[in-house]
Each structure stands twice: as C-alpha cells, then as structure tokens.
C-alpha cells in the first residue's frame, strides 16, 4: 500500500477526488439554482399579480390593500422592468442605475437582455390592454451559477498545496536518511582503507611483484575515492573546470579491466581532445561508472557498452548504450526513483544517486532517451554550460 501511495498512482487518487467533489458540487448548485430560479418565477408572478390589484384597489378592503402592498414592497432582489404593450419602460425596480442623460439608453440594453432570459409576465389593465413585465436572475443566483468554479478552483489550490507539502516533506526524509547513511558509509571505510594502505607500502618493502602491488594500491585508491564520495553526500560539492573527455576515459579504461570479458567497451569520442567544464570529477566518474555498471547487469551472455559524446554550443550530450534486456517504456522515470530494482538482493540506489550527483550538483539532466526490450537502453546526460563550448575543444597536436 505504501507503494501505492508514493508513486504517480498519488497523483491520480488526488486528480480523481478533486474531480468527483467538483462533479458533486456541480449538481447540487445547479439543483440549487434551478429551484431558486422557480422561486424567483413565483416571487415575479406574485409581484404581477398583487401589482394587479393595487391597480384595482377600489374594490378592495384596508387590510387586503395593505397585504398586497407589503407584497409589491418585499420584492427587493429581482431586477424588473415594466412595460406597456408597445414596449415602452414604465417603471424598473432594483436595478443600480443612477438617475442621468443615459439611463434610458441602459435600461433599453437592459431589457433587451431580459427578453433574451424569460418570457414576460403580461398585467392586465383596463380596456383589454395589458403591461409586461421582464425579469432577469437577482445577484444571488448569478454568484451561485459561478460558485462551483469557484470551490473547484479552491479545491484545486488547496491539493496542489497539500500535494506540494507532502512531496517537500518527502524529499526532505529522503535527504536526511541519504546524508546520514553515507556520512556512516564514509566512517565505516575509513578505517580499512588506512590499514589497506599500510598493507601495499608493507607488501612494496617485501618486494613483491609490483604489477601486482601495483592493482590492489589502484584498488586502494579506488576506495579512498569512493570514502571521499560519500563524505561530499549533503554538502554542495565545489565544481572545477575539468576535461570531461579524460574524466569519461579513465572511467572506461577502469571497469573495462574489472568487468567481464564477454563485455566489450567502446567509444565514440577522441580521447586525445579536450573539453573543459565546471565539473566534480569524484561524482561525475561515479555518475559514468554507475550506468556502466547498471549496463553490465542488465547484459546476459555476451554484449557491447558504449560511451559516446556530442558538443553543443551550450550543451554538451553523453550517451551510455548497452545491448542489454531493455527497460519497458512505463519504467523509465521509474528506474530514477530511489528504491526502484530488478535485482533479487538490489537496493536501488544507483541511478537515484546519479540523478542526484547530475540534476541537483551540475545542474544538468539524465534521462533514459531510448530503449527496447531485449535490444538495449541508452541513458543520457545533459550539462549545460554558460559558453559556447564549440569554441572550447582543443584537437590533439
């Protein structure tokens, strides 16, 4: 269930409980607003008709003439317009318009705009004439017509804070349990890698075969880089203009001798050229080496990685491809997400520490740009640069 909820599935039970509170608000308003509009109806025929019998009050007592006039009074929220049968205003109530040249002209617009809304409600008078009366909604009822929109729009506002909230509040966890496991990471391996140090000076004084010695002092190496790594994990890592080219090449000349033979290496870039960029070299070869990595395991039997790089004025593109079994389409956003792995015993923390390393330390993008199953993957990486780094390269002498 947690799964459920901490993925784009989330983002759908929010859409869809937005969507059925606003669909459910809809129609109760808009029952709302259709009775309101048969009450106003009634309220006019009722105004029509006590209106009729003031016209008529001679024939009637005190207390029937004072009933009736209340009625006509009461009437203080729908707009009406009198008039005779040759549509000439006789007299309007509760319409703001203020005495002037012009307001004969506006009652005109007015009325026009009634008669678009309801038929009239015909008074009859003496000697077979008759008045009409046009009506159109009160205030009230017009606010109500627009109020679902506007609790939808409130309604969204409110779950985009919400989810916002809840996504800040994640990320924060997230940050904090990365930060502490690899401060812990970088104190465990510190002590081993010391002693492992000591080992290859000890084992250089017993004049063992260097080639040898000289493997497990890379190895050594290897691992103080890795401890320095994870020390740089919660802190803003200082960028130098490094040659990316030697950066990706010495990260390929490292797995290849470490990883399988079935697995060939290749390149598409000259290794001799130069191109230099705000970079921190211990976590982009992290960042190369991880996809590299990832590329391995997804490779069953025999298969090709290959590294290729392309120059942009203003962006530079490294594409790492594999042979390998592929990612479904559904997947690709997925495979960035921490805890996401096809490995029985995986933790799947690398590419969400890649993602990190690239998108939140260089500024730059990684994506998966395209893959099929069973014929290979290929992520790529986006660096941004503030010149034109055309102008940057340098050729080999």
Known sequence: MFQFFSNRNFKGVLLGFAFLISIGTFIYTKTLVDKLKQEEHRKVELWAQATHRLAESHNSSGDELAFTFDVVENNQTVPIIVTN??????????????????????????????????????????????????????????????????????????????????????????????????????????????????????????????????????????????????????????????????????????????????????????????????????????????LCKNAIDAIEGKGEINVSLYVAPEELYIDVSDTGKGIPKTSFREVFRPGYTTKKRGWGLGLSLAKRIIENYHNGHISVKHSEINKGTTFRIVLHSDENLTEKITQPV
């Not at 349990?177 to 990471?185: I, L, P």
């Open 85 to 290: 049968q040759n549509d000439s205003i006789l007299y309007d109530r509760n319409l703001e318009i203020a005495d002037g040249p012009g307001k004969q002209q506006k009652l005109q617009q007015i009325l026009a705009n009634m008669k678009k809304q309801y038929p009239p409600i015909a008074i009859p008078i003496s000697s077979g004439k008759k008045n009409l009366i046009y009506y159109s909604n009160s205030v009230l009822l017009k606010k109500l017509r627009y109020y679902p929109l506007v609790q939808l729009l409130i309604l969204i506002l409110f779950i985009l804070v919400a989810y916002i909230a809840f996504s800040a509040s994640r990320v924060s966890e997230q940050n904090r349990v990365w930060v502490g496991m690899a401060k812990e990471t970088a104190h465990q391996l510190g002590t081993p890698i010391s002693s492992m140090m000591a080992w290859v000076e000890l084992l250089r004084m017993q004049n063992v075969d260097e080639s040898i010695v000289s493997e497990i002092a890379k190895d050594t190496e290897r691992l103080n880089r890795i401890t320095e790594r994870f020390s740089k994990i919660g802190s803003a890592p200082e960028l130098t203009e490094t040659n990316v080219v030697e950066v990706l090449a010495n990260s390929i000349e490292y797995l290849e001798k470490r990883s399988p033979k079935r697995i060939l290496f290749t390149s598409n870039f000259n290794p001799f050229q130069e191109i230099m960029i705000p970079l921190n070299t211990s976590l982009f070869s992290w960042v190369i080496e991880n």
